[in-house]
């Protein structure tokens, strides 16, 4: 079965911090990863992607993941937060043609 | 309009009521999908359009009844909801059902309340 874990609802941190947001997935098949973000009263926008060729795939924004097989992780980090990166994050798998998301992460960003 | 819309962006209604949400894309795409997104729950898929064709009802109820006439539309067509049907219905479309890494792209949503 494929499912994806997205752990803490709510992240908080300060601007110019470090970002990360952790996710876990499942998966029975090799898996291609995703990570979507959403403003408020706005749809999900694709932040960036692993599909089976480099573990460190960079995104918009300044945001990258790291496949990490043997953790079945794909964390997603930013070096240095903004007050616009405030958002709710998705982290989602596409298995057997379908996708599979997390519950989200909620991130804060403090002045 | 570039990317996939969606129309309204808010709608009130009525349990009694009968109405259509809209989806459109505009990047040439085979497939489509209806989500459904309530506060402090996962996004919930609830219909796949593949080439036209519904490939995927995830056991929704029967007062939600989509119609993909072509690859470009989607409708979601609403009677006789619930207040717990209240909640962002977000569109979204792929270049096809099939292609493992293919990603979505969503549209902004319609904000649904039903009193």
């Known amino acids: 079965a494929q499912s994806v874990t997205q752990l803490g609802s709510h992240v908080s941190v300060s601007e110019g911090a470090l970002v990360l947001l952790r996710c876990n997935y499942s998966s029975s098949v090799p898996p291609y990863l995703f990570w979507y973000v959403q403003y408020p009263n706005q749809g999900l926008q694709l932040l960036l992607k692993?599909?089976?060729?480099?573990?460190l795939v960079k995104g918009i924004n300044g945001f990258e993941a790291e496949f990490k097989k043997s953790e079945t992780s794909f964390h997603l980090t930013k070096p240095s937060a903004h007050m616009s990166d405030a958002a709710e994050y998705f982290c989602?798998?596409?298995?057997?043609?379908?996708?599979?998301f997390g519950s989200g992460t909620k991130l804060n960003v403090k002045p | 309009e570039t990317g996939v819309t969606q129309t309204p962006r808010h709608l009130v209604m009525g349990m009694t009521n009968k109405k259509s949400l809209k989806c459109e894309q505009h990047?040439?795409?085979?497939?489509m999908y209806w989500y459904k997104q309530s506060a402090k729950k996962p996004l919930e898929l609830m219909f796949v359009y593949n080439f036209k064709e519904q490939t995927e009802n995830n056991s929704v109820p029967s007062r939600f009844s989509p119609e993909c006439p072509n690859s470009s539309h989607l409708f979601l067509h609403l009677h006789t909801l619930q207040p717990e049907d209240s909640a962002l219905y977000l569109c979204?479309?792929?270049?096809?059902?099939?292609?493992?890494?293919?990603?979505?792209?969503f549209g902004p949503g319609t904000r649904l309340t039903v009193l």
């Open positions: 990047l040439g795409h085979n497939a």
């Open positions: 692993y599909t089976s060729a480099a573990t």
């Open positions: 979204a479309s792929s270049q096809d059902g099939t292609g493992t890494n293919n990603e979505q792209f």
């Open positions: 989602a798998v596409r298995a057997f043609n379908k996708f599979y």
